[in-house]
């Protein structure tokens, strides 16, 4: 699942990131509200996250913005404004649930799955993701290939969740660190190649139709065909 989280207290965002990365989400990080309507603009996302106290703008405002552009994905208002008209004004103007902080990860996280489940079409073909005999349950966060339950650890799935949603393209070991682990380093870390061997270990293991493919000197493609 992708995830845009919206928070300019970078201690929080940190925090936010760190733990929503551990629970399976692929996340991209805005500080404020042009940066937020940018990546709007550019990737679709799940969900959101949406901070209300934001520097250059009302998270109020964002939020009206972006439901104007066609962002139709669910969001979660996350503010320290406790009032009842506070909590109102935010799920009229574009929010479809509201949690105050201080708030509980725990509970952030079951907010975020309900809304998912809440906003999934009948038959929740959106919440799945389906390459050959390889299918991913992105609500479970549980893989199968040919119906076995793939063992992945929850960075393995967001690799493979990526992995699936390019099927068929070329991605470079940069766009993995960029989309996969938020990183912006030299691609010459062997972090991802590290990963993509177990990965394919797990995938690609006991006599199944190899799917994950190397480029030497370019990247990785999941086959799709």
Known sequence: MRLLLVEDEHD?????????????????????????????????????VVDLGLPDQDGISLLLRLRQIGVNAPVLILSARRSTDDRVRGLEQGGDDYLTKPFAMAELLARLRNLLKRNAPAGSEATRLRVLDLELDLLRREATR????????????????????????VVTRSMILDKVWGMRIQPDTNVVDVHIYRLRGKVDGKGQQPLIRTLRGVGYVLKDR
């Open 12 to 48: 929080i965002q940190a925090f936010l990131r760190h733990s929503l990365v551990e629970a399976g989400y692929q996340v991209d990080v805005a500080a404020n509200g042009k940066a937020a309507e940018q990546l709007a603009l550019e990737a679709a996302y799940d969900i959101l």
């Open 146 to 169: 040919s119906g076995q339950i793939l063992q992945l650890t929850p960075q393995e799935f967001v690799l493979l969740e990526y992995l699936c949603r390019n099927a068929g393209r």
